[in-house]
């Protein structure tokens, strides 16, 4: 297995293993959002060699999905967005292989003091497995809460600025 960053000639192979995430953001949007000149996100894949593709004659068996943030406290950090390894190669090397090298070639290698990461109460796998690790899980120890604006509620939120 090997993790590499993704170009923009795999973004068609990158969007159908998102879609068997679940997430449903259309090719065009990552394009448009991934990789511009600026963009808002990068992506890493794992990939196997061709012998050991998935049922369904897939190489690219996972992705890790991150952003960069800035804390006044610790400075630069890394926001994991996503991080997806289809079912079959789950609990074997290309889970553990593509969390412990995102973390080394991404978090050191940009400087990152710290990797920030949201889990839904109800994946205790992924939680069980981040904890194991070392994570902490802010919620408990710090009473930190993940707030979110959207849709309607966003443009009111910038409704209320004042105008220039």
């Keep these: 297995s090997r993790v590499k960053l993704v170009p923009n000639t795999q973004i ?74 289809m079912q079959e190669f789950r609990g074997g090397i290309s889970g553990l292989m593509s969390s412990l090298w995102f973390s080394r070639q991404v978090g050191k290698e940009k400087q990152c003091a710290r990797l920030n990461l949201s889990v839904l109460d109800w994946n205790t796998p992924s939680r069980d497995f981040y904890a194991a690790k070392g994570a902490q899980d802010l919620t408990d120890s710090e009473g930190w809460h993940f707030i979110r604006f959207d849709g309607k509620n966003l443009d009111s939120l910038a409704n209320e600025a004042p105008k220039d």
């Design 12 to 85: 068609a192979t990158l969007s159908d293993v998102i879609l068997e995430f679940g997430v449903f953001l259309l090719k065009d949007g990552l394009c448009r959002d991934g990789f511009c000149q600026n963009p808002f996100f990068e992506c890493l894949v794992a990939e196997v060699p061709e012998e050991h593709k998935s049922k369904d004659g897939h190489t690219v068996v996972g992705y890790a999905l991150y952003f960069y943030t800035y804390s006044t406290w610790r400075g630069r950090c890394i926001y994991l967005e996503d991080l997806y390894v």
